[in-house]
T-cell receptor, first 114, second 113 residues
Framework: EAAVTQSPRNKVAVTGGKVTLSCNQT?????MYWYRQDTGHGLRLIHY???????EKGDIPDGYKASRPSQENFSLILELATPSQTSVYFC?????????????FGPGTRLTVL | GEKVEQHESTLSVREGDSAVINCTYT??????FPWYKQEAGKGLHFVID?????DRKQSQRLIVLLDKKAKRFSLHITATQPEDSAIYFC????????????FGGGTRLTVRP
């Protein structure tokens, strides 16, 4: 069974503070993704990675950085958190094998920026 | 870039009836269309997908239809059960997009007893 874990599960941060969200996968997938989920917007892609050492900008990268130090780990970094970044963040992993792009999601991190 | 619109934000059906969720997309290069289910307080999990080389796919009570001319695809859940209640997301991925998915806004399905 594919396994993607996220930490922390809940986080309260102050405006201007630094926040790091962590993701770990045991699927040995090359690709990893960070999304945020907001009502009415579905999931929007922030950053993604094709493998260790690589990060790519997604559709809404402003205000976020990403780090992929290993195959298993992918972090999302908010250097200067703002209230507009209050959201639920999901990490996912997957591989485009034969054109299939199924992604496996973690349980999410609820971030509140005060 | 690709935009995916999910037409029903909420949908309520009676147990045993069918539910239909409709999505449209904008990028003619999109070739892969998965559906995900999100139960309360959880992450998304994959339920079914369809590729552009077919126009219909069925997996047990789930049917996906794809109309490439209209750039429209739909999820049909037959003989609905209470455990089908969840938020459903459609998504699209253009060929050679690096396995990136663009998601619709989600449909909250409620199956009434």
């Amino acid at each position: 069974e594919a396994a993607v874990t996220q930490s922390p599960r809940n986080k309260v941060a102050v405006t201007g503070g630094k926040v790091t969200l962590s993701c770990n996968q045991t699927n040995n997938h090359n690709n990893m993704y960070w999304y945020r989920q907001d009502t009415g917007h579905g999931l929007r892609l922030i950053h993604y990675s094709y493998g260790a050492g690589s990060t790519e900008k997604g559709d809404i990268p402003d205000g976020y950085k990403a780090s992929r130090p290993s195959q298993e780990n992918f972090s999302l970094i908010l250097e200067l958190a703002t209230p507009s970044q209050t959201s639920v963040y999901f990490c996912a992993s997957g591989d485009a094998v034969g054109g299939l792009a199924e992604q496996f999601f973690g349980p999410g991190t609820r971030l509140t920026v005060l | 870039g690709e935009k995916v619109e999910q037409h029903e934000s909420t949908l309520s059906v009676r147990e045993g009836d069918s539910a239909v969720i409709n999505c449209t997309y904008t990028d003619t290069a999109s070739s892969y269309f998965p559906w995900y289910k999100q139960e309360a307080g959880k992450g998304l999990h994959f339920v079914i997908d369809i590729r552009s080389n077919v126009d219909r796919k069925q997996s047990q009570r789930l049917i996906v239809l794809l109309d490439k001319k209209a750039k429209r695809f739909s999820l049909h859940i037959t003989a609905t059960q209470p455990e089908d209640s969840a938020i459903y997301f459609c998504a699209a991925s253009p060929r050679n997009a690096g396995a990136k998915l663009t998601f619709g806004g989600g449909t909250r399905l409620t199956v009434r007893p």
